[in-house]
Each structure stands twice: as C-alpha cells, then as structure tokens.
C-alpha cells in the first residue's frame, strides 16, 4: 500500500499522541514513519470486535490487536454486564490462562479490572486447561469466568474466552447483552485498571485435586484398565496446558505406562517444536508419532494449547501409526459409551447425546440404534453446552462431540474437555485391547455396523480486511447463485442456517429450522452427502465440511473403500469450491 488513509492515520496518530505505554506508541510509530502501511491498516481498519465467544486476534498495538486495552475495554465491558445483570449480589468470576506469550499477563490485567469494578476474583496460581476453568466456575459458584488463550492459533495470536455461570460460553440473549456493554466503552479512559488485592484470591491444587477425582469417577470399565494398565501410551501437551492435568489423570484411572515427549512438556508460547501447535495437524503430532514407533506404543494423544482439544494417533492393520480425525474420534466415543451405558442396564431411554451440525452424522445413527437422543447444535461447543444446561436434571447427558477435535464425558463441565477425553480414549484402548481387539479394529468395526462414513475439511485462509469481503462474496454468491450438483450428484435441499430455513429444490418448499440464526450453509445431495460451508468464527478462514457414506459388505475391501469415497469427497469439494 502505497498511501495510508486518512481515517487510519488519526487512529494512529490517537494512540501515538494518546495514554498508552510507551512500547506500544514506539511500535506504531515506527510503522508510520517505515511507511509499513498495510501493517497499520489492519491494525487501526476497525476495533477488534468482541463476539458471541469472546475476542481472538494478533496481538501488538493498535484497535484491532489483542492488548491490554482491547482487553481492559471488553472486560470492563462484561464487568458493567454483570454488575447489572447481578446487582446487589456478591459477583465471583473465575480466571484461567494458558502458555501463551502474555497469557500471563493479560489474565493479570482481567483479575485487576475484575476486581477494580467490584467482583470477586478466583485466579489460577499459574497455566491451567479450559475445561478445568469452565468446572472451577460451576464448583465455586461464580456469575462469570474468562480464559486467556487463543486456542490452536499461531503464537502470534491471543484472545479471550468470556463464561456464563453455567461454565459454558456466554449463548444468547447473554452475549448479545455482554456485546452491548462492551461497545459503549469508547475509549481505554473507560476502564478500572487499577486492581484491588483484597478481592483477588489465588487457587490452584485444591481444584486440581477435585477436578481430578471427578473425571476419574466417569471411568465405565475399571477392569479393562486393570488388565492393561501397562498400555504403551505416549503423550503431548504441545507446550501447553494439557501437561498440568493429563498425566495427573491417567495416573489416577490406573495407566502405569504413560511415556511423555518431554521435549513438547516445556511451557513455551512460542511452540518451538512445531510450525501450528494444531492436533488436527500430522506435523504438530510428529515427535510424539516418532515416539511412538520408537517405543512400540498402541496410542499417541497430544491436546493443544488450553487443552479443550485433543488429536489421537493409533496402530492400523499394518502396524503403522495413523491419525484419526475428530469424527472417527466422535464415533469412537459415542459407540464405547452408549455400549458400557447399555451392558450396565443404564439406558432407560432418558439419556442424550449432543453433536454439531457440520460434525459425523454416524453419531446420529449409533444414538438411534440405541434408542438415545441426539441433538444437533450449531457450530461451537458452547451450543452442546447450551443444550445440556437446559436439560439438566430432565435428562441425562452421556457423551458430546464435535468434528474439530472437541469432546465431552459427563456433566462437571460445559465446555469441549481434552484431560476427560484423553481419559476415555485411554481406557476405551484398554477396553478393545483387553477384547482383542485395537481401535482402530474397532473403528473398522464400527462402519462395518454402521456403514462406511468418510468426512474432510477445507479450510481457505483469507486475511486482513479484504480477505473478510472476498469470504462475505463467496457467500453471498452460494446463496443467490447455489450449485445444482456437486460430484454428480444433484443437490435436492439446502439448509440455510442464517435464515434458518432448509428449502426442497424439487419443490420448492422451506420448512423451519428450529436453531439461532448463523452463516452457515448445508447442500444435500440425492446420494446422501452433504455438504458445508461457513466462515470461521475465529480465524480468517472459511471452512468446507464435506460428508459422504456408503454400507460395507466387507472388510477386506475397507481401505479400498476409503480411498474410493475421498475420492468422491474431492470431486464434491472441488465443484463447491469452484461454483
């Protein structure tokens, strides 16, 4: 960019001339004076925008970077919120960070502005999972809570996770009121930075301890553990947060022979050992795979920065180490659960499952084949927690998942829990092994019941303020100018999910989508596949979700098959993208 406008250069010029550390002015004043226009651009082109889920960005000086004034703003925000919201009540929230560079720091500023405006704070003595925050604010009986992390980002981003009192993500109305009071501070002048000791208390093993205990209790097949409590398995928190509470965790279900990557064990936000602390992603589990095969472990697991994710690695037919996706992790999960629920005559027709909607629709099948309940959500863990809050003491939740790496076991949270699910994933390998049987026999297995369910995901990065028109274009272009098939196969209904509407081509009929109102669109085909698109709601990315099935008669075509319906899922893709 050649020339700076005008409107960015007064909002640099603002900060430079304004109240604002010294480090930030001499960032933003050397970009103006290098001429480092399109840096400052995105950095001043509009104020970072507080969401239904909190606030992720880059971090560094400017209106649209995580900092301590972007922060400050949004938690003085949520402060006023909840100071209306409970008014002459005692207000407790709950803060946790993650290893993230500022991490620290930022969540020190939260307590303080927290405390500043009145609120009592509890506040983790050091780095500590998401989930473990989300059970701290139901166990302490707080109106709120935050977590500082910007989940599997790059290191150069931060954010911040805002929580209602039932331990999930503020949903609406609550976020569109949090959203509100965020906006009406204008300035950083606004906020209560200066903290007050008094009501800030630090708290760390005696939740650990707890938390611990209470995911050990979901155990549903001690015996197989103690039968294979010698199960090689390896793990990685990625740096992250995962070191705190996984080991701890498997060491109380019984697991003797848990072998770390101690390389990945040390706390860095840089992420040293990786390019993109992602489990999704086969490079971030690398070491640990290495390790693996050095060892001969039947599991690999590594949970990403604030360990609400986790990624698994499991020995094929050939004995080689291959990823599973987070849908076949799902299956997996449901499958194992509802059969333990059903052997111990526990299933009496008052038990759900929840799922998103861009997430395997085998989970559904396996629900219906046991006569439970599955709900649908929009995307976003904190619909499956919406669900199970309004359900709760109604009905009984057993298991939740979603396709991005994110799952559940019991109730004492409201958010996606990597420390239970590497538990669960544990001790369902112990599970199959003590049968004969590994997991992904058992995955095998599964489809062979089920029928054969293939899923992908693509995702386009597009960044900065003309990558956020070019995805709205691509949108707008599905909706006014939709595709009529998609890997030779004619599209028969759409789900348009931001007019809660699903249309029948044929007819032209639209029933009611009884769901909150999200950019997201579904094309279904006549042969069963569907699929998704919808931008990211934390990333500048717009995502493809593709889903295709088909019956297996036999396993001795099982890879076959599979290469067969990527095949297909490629051909879909490729006419979605290009439409």
């Known amino acids: 960019m050649s020339q700076l406008d005008l409107s960015i250069e007064k909002k640099a010029l603002e900060w430079i001339n304004g ?128 977590m500082l992390t910007a989940s599997h980002n790059p290191k150069e981003y931060n954010g911040y996770k805002a929580y209602g009192p039932d331990g ?47 995911l050990a209790q979901l155990s549903v097949n001690k015996d197989a553990i103690a039968n294979q409590k010698d199960l090689k398995i390896v793990f990685s928190p990625i740096h992250g947060t995962g070191g705190v509470s996984v080991p701890p965790v498997l060491k109380a279900i019984g697991f003797e022979n848990v072998t770390l990557v101690e390389e ?39 949970t990403d920065p604030d360990a609400d994710r986790v990624g698994i690695a499991v020995r094929n037919t050939n004995g080689e180490v291959v990823l599973l996706n987070g849908n076949q992790t799902a299956a997996l999960l449901v499958e194992y659960m509802l059969e333990a629920w059903e052997k111990a005559g526990k299933l009496d027709g008052n038990q759900y499952i929840v799922k998103t909607i861009v997430t395997s629709y085998l989970l559904d099948k396996i629900a219906a084949s046991k006569n439970v309940e599955c709900y649908n959500t929009l995307t976003g863990f904190k619909w499956i927690g919406d669900v199970m809050t309004k359900l709760q003491g109604q009905k009984t939740f057993i298991v939740g998942g979603e396709e991005s790496y994110g799952y559940l076991v019991g109730e004492h949270a409201r958010d996606k829990d990597a420390v239970v699910s590497c538990a669960m994933i544990a001790e369902m390998t112990a599970y199959y092994k003590d049968q004969g049987s590994s997991l992904y026999e058992a995955l095998m297995n599964l489809h062979k019941k089920y029928g054969l369910y293939e899923e992908k995901l693509i995702s386009i990065k597009k960044e900065g303020k003309s990558g956020a028109e070019e995805i709205k274009a691509m949108m707008e272009r599905y909706r006014s100018h939709p595709p009529r098939s998609l890997g030779g196969s004619e599209v028969i209904s759409i789900k348009d999910y931001l007019s809660s509407t699903e249309k029948n081509i044929a007819t032209g009929a639209e029933t009611k989508i009884d769901l909150p109102n999200s950019n997201v669109l579904q094309f279904v085909t006549r042969d069963g596949s569907i699929v998704s698109a919808r931008p990211s709601g934390t990333e500048p990315k717009i995502k493809f979700y593709c889903s295709v099935n088909a019956p297996i008669d036999s396993l001795d075509s099982y890879e076959e098959s599979r290469s067969d319906m990527q095949r297909k899922i490629d051909s879909l893709m490729k006419d979605l993208i290009e439409a």
């Open 168 to 214: 999930g993500q503020l949903v609406t109305p609550y976020d569109k009121m949090v959203i509100e009071e965020v906006r009406k501070i204008s300035s950083a002048k606004d906020v209560k930075f200066d903290g007050n000791p008094d009501l800030i208390e630090q708290i760390g093993k005696e939740i650990d301890d707890r938390y611990i205990a209470t």
């Open 264 to 302: 990945q064990m040390i706390v860095d936000g840089n992420f040293p050992t990786v390019v993109y602390p992602n489990p999704e992603e086969h490079e971030a589990l690398t070491m640990a795979i290495n390790k693996a095969n050095a060892i001969g472990a039947d599991l690999v697991m590594a």
């Open 19 to 146: 109240d604002y550390d010294s480090a930030s002015k001499d960032i933003v004043r050397s970009l103006l004076v290098d001429g480092h226009f399109d840096q400052l651009t995105d950095s001043f082109y509009k104020d970072l925008e507080f969401g239904t889920g909190g606030l992720r960005g880059l971090m560094g000086p400017g209106s649209n970077r995580v900092n301590k004034y972007t922060l400050g703003m949004a938690t003085q925000g949520l402060c006023n919120y909840l100071n209306k919201q409970y008014a002459n009540q005692e207000i407790k929230v709950a803060i946790a960070h993650d290893n993230r560079n500022n991490s620290d720091v930022f969540a020190k500023v939260t307590a303080d502005v927290f405390s500043a405006n009145g609120i009592k704070v509890y506040f983790f003595e050091g780095l500590r999972p998401t989930p473990e925050l989300s059970y701290a604010i139901r166990e302490l009986s707080c109106q709120g809570g935050v």
